[in-house]
């Protein structure tokens, strides 16, 4: 209801204190202009949007009866991107009825390049009541039977498969939602499909590591470092200062020492109004 939404952004705008957070859900297609107008006033990364987009493949979102008109849709994330300091939060699902990896990566690379600053990757789940159910049979639906129910495998998408796209979830969380690897994930997928790049990392690491939780800070680097210059052929200098530039920007973190070079002490961040991990990608704007 747009007067309604137009009232609650005026409410906070005109009451807005240094350190204020707010959270909105939006609907991916809908940002009329008067909202365009209100939306360009706020501080950068003091408000987020979660935009749940789900699937950009159409025969999928007409399965789960989903209506989005994708121009429009695109529309809106590239506004909020170029022309606001709007945070975005965006997600797309993995195991939706009628959709492979290959379509789910396809809808992946065209939201990269839509920019925004988080992309959440989750893997479908069966909650108690919720249409999907019906799709069970025909698309051969199979969940974990423990909380949260998760997709284990369906017709499009076997358990191996699921598994792989689980393991990349969890470390483009790790990587690239939580801001702290921007300027290297731009150099680890230059030329390329970033989530094809983005996979190979994941598996190269999870070969490495063998885990997917209690992963530090500096391991990440190590693993992303050595992924850049022995499998992607990137020079050793251009990879330490694209990781050196990006560890710089972390609060709170000492010297990086990646095998085989220098530490390289960090220099003193900005300090922001916005949350720690919006933060960390203001400077991406």
Same mark, same amino acid.
């Given at each position: 209801h747009l007067p309604t939404s137009m009232a609650i952004l005026r409410?906070?705008?005109d009451r807005w204190r240094d350190g204020m957070f707010l959270h909105f859900e939006m609907v991916p297609d809908r940002l009329p202009e008067q909202l365009r107008d209100i939306i360009r006033e706020f501080p950068a990364g003091a408000v987020q949007f979660e935009v749940g987009i789900q699937t950009f493949d159409e025969a999928t979102s007409?399965?789960?009866?989903?209506?989005?008109?994708?121009?429009r849709l695109e529309d809106n994330l590239r506004f909020l991107r170029d022309q606001t300091g709007i945070h975005v939060h965006a997600d797309l699902i993995v195991g939706l009825p009628g959709?492979?990896?290959a379509?789910?990566?396809?809808?992946?690379?065209? *939201?990269?390049?839509?920019?925004p600053q988080e992309i959440q990757v989750g893997i479908l789940k069966r909650l108690r009541g919720t249409p999907i159910v019906r799709h069970d049979a025909e698309f051969e639906m199979k969940y974990s039977p423990v909380p949260p129910y998760e997709m284990l495998e369906n017709r499009d998408i076997p358990?191996?498969?699921?598994?792989r796209m689980r393991r990349f979830a969890r470390y483009w969380d790790l990587v690239a939602n939580s801001g702290n690897f921007t300027s290297v994930l731009a150099l680890l997928w230059e030329g390329k499909s970033p989530f094809a790049a983005f996979m190979g990392f994941s598996e190269s690491l999870y070969a490495k590591l063998r885990r997917t939780h209690q992963i530090a800070l500096p391991v *990440?680097?190590?693993?992303?470092f050595d992924y850049l210059t022995r499998e992607c052929g990137v020079p050793l200098d251009i990879a330490a200062s694209?990781?050196?530039q990006d560890w710089n920007r972390l609060p709170g973190r000492g010297s990086l020492r990646l095998s085989g070079l220098p530490?390289?002490?960090?220099?003193?961040?900005?300090r922001s109004t916005a949350g720690s991990r919006q933060a960390r990608h203001l400077t991406q704007a």
């Amino acid at each position: 209801h747009l007067p309604t939404s137009m009232a609650i952004l005026r409410f906070f705008l005109d009451r807005w204190r240094d350190g204020m957070f707010l959270h909105f859900e939006m609907v991916p297609d809908r940002l009329p202009e008067q909202l365009r107008d209100i939306i360009r006033e706020f501080p950068a990364g003091a408000v987020q949007f979660e935009v749940g987009i789900q699937t950009f493949d159409e025969a999928t979102s007409k399965n789960i009866s989903r209506r989005q008109n994708l121009t429009r849709l695109e529309d809106n994330l590239r506004f909020l991107r170029d022309q606001t300091g709007i945070h975005v939060h965006a997600d797309l699902i993995v195991g939706l009825p009628g959709e492979d990896v290959a379509s789910f990566g396809r809808g992946f690379d065209r *939201l990269v390049k839509m920019g925004p600053q988080e992309i959440q990757v989750g893997i479908l789940k069966r909650l108690r009541g919720t249409p999907i159910v019906r799709h069970d049979a025909e698309f051969e639906m199979k969940y974990s039977p423990v909380p949260p129910y998760e997709m284990l495998e369906n017709r499009d998408i076997p358990f191996v498969e699921m598994q792989r796209m689980r393991r990349f979830a969890r470390y483009w969380d790790l990587v690239a939602n939580s801001g702290n690897f921007t300027s290297v994930l731009a150099l680890l997928w230059e030329g390329k499909s970033p989530f094809a790049a983005f996979m190979g990392f994941s598996e190269s690491l999870y070969a490495k590591l063998r885990r997917t939780h209690q992963i530090a800070l500096p391991v *990440l680097a190590q693993g992303l470092f050595d992924y850049l210059t022995r499998e992607c052929g990137v020079p050793l200098d251009i990879a330490a200062s694209t990781m050196m530039q990006d560890w710089n920007r972390l609060p709170g973190r000492g010297s990086l020492r990646l095998s085989g070079l220098p530490a390289v002490e960090r220099e003193a961040p900005k300090r922001s109004t916005a949350g720690s991990r919006q933060a960390r990608h203001l400077t991406q704007a």
